[in-house]
Nanobody, 115 residues
Framework: QVRLVESGGGLVQPGGSLRLSCVASASTFSFHSMAWYRQAPGKQRERVAALIGEHDTNYADSVRGRFTISGDDAKNTLYLEMNSLKPEDTAVYYC?????????WGQGTQVTVSS
């Protein structure tokens, strides 16, 4: 089964930056899409950014212009570059990969934006 492992989370001040990484175990899967989701306590999980196919990207309105999703196929790694972080960005961030009809999730990495 495909395993996704996130890293790069931590504590950062408002206005700061972090880069999250998601390393996939699979080298035999061709993913239809990969995405980053986040979930804050008491909140629904929401999609933050998605990479569809090789080039198409989608961003939530709340992060557009601040976050950038990208991938490195040679390293089986998905990235989320987060800039101008706000306290409301605080959440557990999850990596997701889809190869229709399967969907896979990582364990999550905590991002806390606070002074």
């Amino acid at each position: 089964q495909v395993r996704l492992v996130e890293s790069g989370g931590g504590l950062v001040q408002p206005g700061g930056s972090l880069r999250l990484s998601c390393v996939a175990s699979a080298s035999t899967f061709s993913f239809h899409s990969m995405a980053w989701y986040r979930q804050a306590p008491g909140k629904q999980r929401e999609r933050v950014a998605a990479l569809i196919g090789e080039h198409d990207t989608n961003y939530a309105d709340s992060v557009r212009g601040r976050f950038t999703i990208s991938g490195d196929d040679a390293k089986n790694t998905l990235y989320l570059e987060m800039n101008s972080l706000k306290p409301e960005d605080t959440a557990v961030y999850y990596c997701n990969a889809v190869r229709v009809p399967q969907s896979y999730w990582g364990q999550g990495t905590q991002v806390t934006v606070s002074s």
